[in-house]
Nanobody, 123 residues
């Protein structure tokens, strides 16, 4: 298992900014993607952003595109989510995700999750 530890969540007013961090430790992988997902009360967990650890490509949900930026620091094994112009609808628990692509079993992937960090945006 990979351990994922999030930090940076909190309470912020609408229009403000927060930066979430996710530090990965444990098993070393040959290749994996990392990303952020969120789950609001009464809703399913949804995709927010992903970044390819080795390739540096990114993808965003339409709801956050232009406001959120995912980035990485390879030396620290850490991914970030810079959240700007926050809206009340961004309120959710944000989860860090690591997706491992198996070398031993091609086509098989394994997802690892952090415990989540609460982001609350007040109006």
């Amino acid at each position: 298992q990979v351990q994922l530890v999030e930090s940076g969540g909190g309470l912020v007013q609408a229009g403000g900014s927060l930066r979430l961090s996710c530090a990965a430790s444990g098993r070393t992988f040959s290749s994996y993607d990392m990303g952020w997902y969120r789950q609001a009360p009464g809703k399913e967990r949804e995709f927010v952003a992903i970044i390819n650890w080795t390739g540096g490509t990114t993808s965003y949900a339409d709801s956050v595109k232009g406001r959120f930026t995912i980035s990485r620091d390879n030396a620290k094994n850490t991914v970030y989510l810079q959240m700007n112009i926050l809206k009340p609808e961004d309120t959710a628990i944000y989860y860090c995700n690591a997706r491992y692509y198996s070398v031993a079993y091609p086509g098989h992937t394994t997802d690892y999750w952090g415990q989540g960090t609460q982001v609350t945006v007040s109006s």
